[in-house]
């Protein structure tokens, strides 16, 4: 294991439970149950999956993993991949999804991070919450480089797309990947600050709309709109091609899919 | 248009409003509605979606459509692809999904036909509904090779496999694909067969489970199964890969979904 496996694992473990303990202030009694697994090529994973009365279904998963063969096609050979991989199906469809990915991979010739977030309304539109959103993302990217937010902003418009239905998954967000500068101090920062900024981006929406009455209308559009979202996930996320490829375990990969949906 | 792609689209058409007529002598009132719709390259399809109280959500559709390259590995260039294309999703957890698809392929230099038919209970598991299903898949392809059903016997075992959870889809079926003797008439002549035996095979299964009363506990197994019949469509299944990837109509290569579903 090199210091920066180490280092990223430690951040990324650090961030699962900021972000746990930040959702669980918004939810009454429900509390987010842990299971651990362990890879069959050695490391594992800590699953942290919350079904509450606020938080329908969140997930929150930390892994890091070994293979004997990088299953995309960025790169060949042994690799370890850590990361952390975050989703939210919120009961009231005034409250959006979210979905973080930030993942650090080393194989023996080089090492690389990847990831982003991005949000997505189950229906009720809210301008001003994207503005927030994205405004949250640029101001803390634009600490490290001012190029990097339009970058990532436009990298997330061309990943979170459903080609079939020819839209974008949500709201956009920022997206990244088989990022490098060389340097990995510099990419440790990224990840730290794209990960710093995850709760500001969010918390302040869930907070806000928390409360506004909802119509079973509303949850029949949102139903329609999270099997759009089950779409993405099975027909293109390359996180849950990584997963199945990499023979990770099907439950932490498919805990991303939402409580129900319909077609 | 080649004789034998005229030939394949009649037949297909007919079994389409065979099966049509027949699935809804099972349901009271609600009728099949039919959508049509052209494809970008020339062709279309008929797509018939009946949303009932016994079948609460089935799909029959038939189309037939030009490409410009065959979209998957096993044959290059121009196209024409015509099939019919089913799926049942029922209300009552003690009958089965069952799912059809034929079709036949036409390229500058070859022809063949795939398809097959396969049966997944949602929870409720009756063995001898799965030997009459095979029995009589078996009584119909024996009448023209008794090596036929034990080959696709074998290949639906391999093809309806979610191998992330390491189970078949359900009982199991009939499955072949890129299938050509030389002589079009009798791969016409299994075409044929294969359609004919799909009703005696599937609606007395239907008929005798119909008012079997179910719990909701019932229901929520359903879901989780529905769940993963999900998964193997946008994981797996060739026709949606095909289709998504000859441009065809969405709302046609999606509807196979369930109604509903719960991860």
């Known amino acids: 294991m090199s210091h920066a496996s180490s280092q990223a ?26 299971t651990e697994w362990e890879h069959i090529h050695g490391g594992g994973g800590k699953m942290q999956v919350l079904r509450g009365n606020v938080f329908e279904k969140a997930a929150v998963n930390w892994s890091g993993v070994h293979g004997e063969t990088f299953p995309m096609d960025d790169a060949k050979g042994p690799f370890f991949a850590t990361g952390i991989s975050l989703i939210t199906h919120m009961k009231n469809p005034h409250l959006p999804t979210v979905h973080m990915n930030l993942r650090y991979i080393e194989t023996a010739t080089e090492s690389w991070i990847g990831g982003g977030y991005d949000l997505t309304p189950m229906g009720c539109v809210y301008p001003e919450d994207k503005e927030h959103f ?95 979202y089950v779409e993405f996930n099975l027909l293109y996320d390359r996180g849950t091609k990584f997963g199945f490829s990499s023979r990770g375990n099907p439950e932490a990969i498919l805990c991303s899919l939402p409580p129900s949906a319909s077609w």
Chains 1, 2 share one sequence.
């Open 9 to 34: 694992i430690s951040f990324f473990q650090a961030l699962q439970q900021e972000i746990i303990d930040a959702f669980e202030t918004l939810e009454p009694t429900a509390r987010f149950e842990k």
């Open 134 to 228: 994205h405004k949250t993302a640029k101001k803390a990217l634009d600490t490290l480089d001012p190029e990097l937010y339009p970058r990532f902003f436009r990298q997330a418009q061309e990943y979170f797309f459903l080609p079939h239905r020819g839209k974008e998954r949500g709201m956009g967000g920022i997206f990244f990947d088989h990022h490098h500068s060389g340097d990995f101090m510099q990419d440790f920062a990224l990840l730290q600050t794209v990960g710093a900024s995850f709760l500001p981006a969010i918390l302040p929406i869930y907070q806000k709309r928390q409360s506004t009455p909802y119509s079973p209308e509303d949850l029949v559009v949102q139903s329609k709109l999270r099997a759009h």
